[in-house]
């Protein structure tokens, strides 16, 4: 299983192995107060894959994403996307990516098709065409019947959608999400996956964010495992997972967490039985 080594620096600086790297991180750091969020993270992310940032709860995998996109800014490091500096170039960058962060905020008051027109002028394209993308994209995420529906009612699930269907319309060369599969159901995520399985075929890459296991097993060519703000190992998904029976023990044994889970249950030994 590789571990987390030393950036190699005989490798052409736009290289992941034998694949172009979609994004560059180095050093990206981040504290609050005391707290040390993101404590210095390289990373080569390869283009037209489908990459998992997996790690627990407060790993550091939101704040690292909202660095890495230009939506906080680091205390320390570079990110760059397609070669261009995300804090020194932010439009350049952000015209190559679509982002679908954790919690999104959007126009709630206007309707779903309305909500795609303004993101889609807002990106410069033409008229006609964002009525071809946003057509399309609402019919294959199975929102067309609810085009009209304001955004504020719209359910979980279909908030996810139109926030993907609104980071897609620019066609961008690396798409990041944030636990895109939280809180949506299991037709609705077969749909979102199949959507993001042809995005990435096209050769674009896709980066997301989970904490469940089985989901990146199942969708990600590629991992990177966060604990603690730091990058616990990173490649290919067969050899992060290794000899391990899956990613998630492999996951627990890289997270320390093993250990822990073993002796739990002893300090809840009144729970259960019905005695008081
Ligand atoms: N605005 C903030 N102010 C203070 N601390 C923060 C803030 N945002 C994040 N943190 C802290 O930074 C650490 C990393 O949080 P982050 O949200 O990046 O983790 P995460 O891996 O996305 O977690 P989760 O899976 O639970 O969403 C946590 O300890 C969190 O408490």
Not at 53 to 74: D, E, F, H, W
Not at 142 to 150: F, V
Not at 228 to 235: L, N, Q, V
Request: hydrophobic share 40%; glycine share 12%.
């Amino acid at each position: 299983m590789p571990q987390e080594q030393p950036a190699d620096n005989t490798q052409p600086s736009n290289q992941v192995g034998a694949e172009p790297a979609a994004v560059r991180v180095r050093g990206l750091t981040k504290r609050y107060g005391e707290q040390i969020a993101v404590a210095g993270i390289d990373l080569e992310l390869p283009a037209g894959q489908f990459i998992g940032l997996v790690g627990p709860n407060g790993a550091g995998k939101t704040t690292t994403l909202s660095m890495i996109t230009g939506l906080l800014r680091p205390d320390a490091g570079t990110v760059e996307i397609g070669g261009h500096d995300v804090w020194r170039d932010p439009v350049e960058v952000k015209a190559r990516i679509g982002v679908l962060p954790e919690g999104l905020r959007m126009f709630e008051r206007l309707s779903g098709r309305e909500l795609l027109t303004y993101t889609g002028r807002l990106r410069g394209l033409p008229g006609e065409e964002v009525d071809k993308r946003a057509t399309q994209l609402l019919d294959v995420l199975d929102l067309a019947g609810s085009q009209n529906k304001l955004v504020i009612d719209y359910s979980t699930g279909m908030r996810k959608k139109i926030g993907l269907a609104a980071a897609l319309l620019h066609n961008p060369e690396v798409l990041f999400l944030d636990e895109p599969f939280e809180g949506v159901d299991p037709i609705s995520a077969q749909t979102i996956r199949g959507v993001l399985e042809r995005y990435t075929r096209s050769g674009a890459t896709v980066v997301f964010s989970s904490h469940v296991m089985e989901l990146v097993e199942s969708l990600c060519d590629w991992v990177a495992v966060i604990a603690k703000g730091r990058i616990r190992a990173h490649g290919p998904l067969a050899e992060v997972r290794g000899d391990a029976p899956s990613l998630q023990n492999a996951f627990l044994e890289l997270v320390g967490a093993g250990r822990r889970l073993a002796g739990q249950g002893q300090n809840l030994d009144w729970l259960g039985g019905g005695a008081r």
